[in-house]
């Protein structure tokens, strides 16, 4: 059974750039979180997909942007890279259908390390 | 205040401590609680989730005060394999997030 998955593992940008990344779930799970973690802090909730639509979304810029697809994968899109953006970003998946939205483990992918030179 | 509040630490102790751990939230509304462990450049690993009633896993054992709105993490008979940052996190009820707090680094020690 594999869990999630995320690529590329890691990617050099330069500042103004644009990045795709991208996530599959965990079999049988249906929702998509995206974080970013910095150096020494703990992840930051970027946004959350459920059904194709953005469900939630934490206090980022608009240039971050995502997309769910019909088979529950997921892309996370940063445009007019700054370096600021140089994080480790993690996708999670959980099951929502059939329980309360915010019950239930978050799985964690292995992330795309982003540096922004 | 941040939603989740956590010492950063280090917290260095040598095998066989006993280490607790400390975490605040500012939402008394919210219901679910859990620790997440974190290995160095690893992603993050649930260890155990929370109950009001308190709840043992082996050496781990977790704590919910819901008055002081704090959860804690106990740790006994620390093993040189528990070195790794703890991650609390705490869901919000009204917008389904998990908000994560920085994170409590622990080192143990030979």
């Known amino acids: 059974d594999a869990g999630v998955t995320q690529s590329p593992t890691h990617l050099i940008k330069t500042r103004g750039q644009q990045v795709t990344l991208r996530c599959s779930p965990k079999?049988?799970?249906?929702?998509v979180s995206w974080y970013q973690q910095a150096l020494g802090q703990g992840p930051q909730f970027i946004f959350q997909?459920?059904?194709?639509?953005?469900?939630q979304r934490g206090n980022f810029p608009d240039r971050f942007s995502g997309h769910q697809f019909p088979n529950y994968s997921s892309e996370l899109n940063v445009n007019a890279l700054l370096l600021g953006d140089s994080a480790l970003y993690l996708c999670?998946?959980?099951?929502?259908?059939?329980?309360?939205?915010?019950?239930?483990?978050?799985?964690f992918g292995e992330g795309s390390r982003l540096t922004v030179l | 205040r941040k939603e989740v509040e956590q010492d950063p630490g280090p917290f260095n102790v040598p095998e066989g401590a006993t280490v607790a751990f400390n975490c605040t939230y500012s939402?008394?509304?919210?219901?679910?609680f859990f620790w997440y462990r974190q290995d160095c450049r690893k992603e993050p690993k649930l260890l155990m989730s929370?109950?009001?009633s308190g709840n043992e896993d082996g050496r781990f054992t977790a704590q919910l005060n819901r008055a002081s709105q704090y959860i804690s993490l106990l740790i006994r008979d620390s093993k040189l394999s528990d070195s790794a940052t703890y991650l609390c996190?705490?869901?919000?009820?009204?917008?389904?997030?998990?908000?994560f707090g920085t994170g409590t680094r622990l080192k143990v020690l030979a």
């Open positions: 999670a998946s959980r099951q929502t259908s059939g329980r309360a939205m915010n019950t239930g483990e978050l799985f």
């Open positions: 079999s049988g799970h249906d929702t």
């Open positions: 939402n008394s509304a919210s219901q679910s």
């Open positions: 997909y459920y059904e194709e639509e953005e469900r």
């Open positions: 996190v705490v869901t919000d009820p009204g917008t389904y997030k998990y908000i």
């Open positions: 929370v109950y009001s």
